[in-house]
């Protein structure tokens, strides 16, 4: 059954329908390419549209002397919208302001936000400028329909998610910008992911020695000993998968060489050869032990080989996330919203990626991951040409939103 201040909160978002699709709009056509991290447009675009909506904003832009020690050049602006009741309880709504690169192969303009068929095309209408208006637009709802609050909702379109996070929901919450009781992370409109993996980036390097590729038994071929490390953990990749997660979405750990490098010239025997590689830690593994259990591997290889030389180095080592409790009022608000306004049960499921909920969970913070996206995931095309989301899926996901917050910190 739905109540008369749900039905009134669903219907000022029903008519707030234009502004909605204007927001995201707005949002794609302000480029926020990451790398380099350009912000100045789309934290403008954003402080607008919170001021506009009767949001306290807060600005919390890094100084440069800490952008510049992590290698980067381009002002880091944080926007924080924040709507404040009587309670304590703090809800942290967190999408992301940046957006990949655009890439090749778009029949559209990636920046164009054009609209066809009810779809918004543009890069960020998915992943995640559709979940930042969803997010805006469903705690604006609650404070037009006069709703007193049991505590803040706080939406943060922070930056630098794709690359990390580091200067964008860490920094916020590491210097204490954000105290929050739960978090809703972007995501889709049909699903609530309640984990995620950790991730192992790892630099491994095979170091030879040059000789005449005439004689190359004169040179050690660090190609040939790549050959060997890449066969092990192969080998590994395949024994990996048989280890069970029993989080449904997650499953098994993965890993995958990713990159590779190596050779001087045609007729020169091979003296460094680099690979790097992706491993998935599920939230049932341990990260030093992954870790540990890698390094060991390419120990127990030089003790075979006397010849090989093997360097290695970890380049990022992000923690699994969760699982949040099925039985948390995040998941229990979320499934009832679903159930009033979109008639259906949404499933709780764990991904294989990784984001910013990881900060949260470190802090001890629930967190799902909900927002505004399609069923099948791959039909927003995230990361790839002609992103795009469905309109419809963009205002189920702002009431299922709006249903669910108005349950978490709404009169009692
Ligand atoms: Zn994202």
Redesign the pocket.
């Known amino acids: 059954m739905i109540s008369e201040v749900e039905s009134k909160v669903l219907d000022i978002i029903e008519n707030s329908r234009d502004d909605i699709i204007e927001f995201l709009r707005r949002l794609i056509r302000a480029r926020s390419d990451n790398p380099p991290g350009l912000y100045e447009e789309v934290s403008r675009v954003v402080m607008d549209e919170f001021e506009k909506l009767g949001f306290e904003v807060e600005v919390v832009e890094v100084p440069m002397e800490i952008v510049k020690s992590y290698g980067l050049e381009t002002r880091r602006i944080n926007v924080l919208g924040w709507i404040r009741g009587d309670g304590k309880t703090t809800i942290a709504l967190q999408p ?1 302001l940046d957006v990949v690169p655009p890439g090749e192969g778009w029949k559209v303009d990636p920046f164009g936000a054009e609209i066809i068929d009810d779809w918004i095309y543009g890069r960020g209408a998915a ?2 400028k559709g979940s930042l208006a969803a997010y805006t637009y469903a705690t604006a709802a609650l404070r037009e329909a006069g709703i007193k609050i049991n505590g803040n909702l706080v939406v943060v379109g922070s930056v630098d ?2 690359t990390g996070g580091f200067l964008g929901a860490k920094y916020l919450l590491d210097k204490g910008y954000i105290h929050a009781d739960m978090a809703i992370v ?1 995501g889709g409109t049909y699903s609530i992911r309640h984990a995620t993996n950790g991730c192992l980036w790892m630099k491994v390097t095979s170091i030879g020695k040059t000789a005449h590729a005439s004689s190359p038994e004169n040179g050690i071929d660090a190609i040939r000993k790549m050959h060997l490390i890449m066969t092990t953990l192969y080998e590994y990749q395949n024994n990996i998968r048989k280890r069970k997660c029993s989080i449904e979405g997650i499953d098994h750990p993965t890993m995958v060489i990713t990159m590779i490098k190596g050779g001087v010239k045609e007729n020169v025997v091979c003296d460094k050869c680099e690979i790097r590689f992706d491993r998935r830690i599920t939230p049932e593994e341990n990260p030093e032990e992954v870790e540990e259990e890698l390094i060991n591997l390419l120990k127990n290889l030089m003790k075979v080989d006397s010849e090989l030389n093997i360097k290695w180095e970890k380049l990022l080592l992000a923690k699994p996330a969760g699982p949040t409790p099925m039985n948390s009022p995040l998941i229990t608000a979320l499934k009832n919203a679903g159930r009033k306004v979109l008639n259906e049960e949404l499933p709780v499921k764990g991904m294989t990626g990784f ?1 910013d909920s990881r900060f949260y969970w470190e802090k001890g913070i629930p967190f799902v991951h909900y927002g505004a996206g399609p069923r099948d995931p791959k039909d927003a095309r995230a990361h790839g040409p002609n992103e795009r989301i469905k309109i419809e899926d963009l205002i189920n996901g702002t009431k299922v939103l709006a249903i669910a917050l108005l349950n978490l910190i709404g009169p009692k």
């Open positions: 992301h992943d995640c998610e794709e972007e984001a």
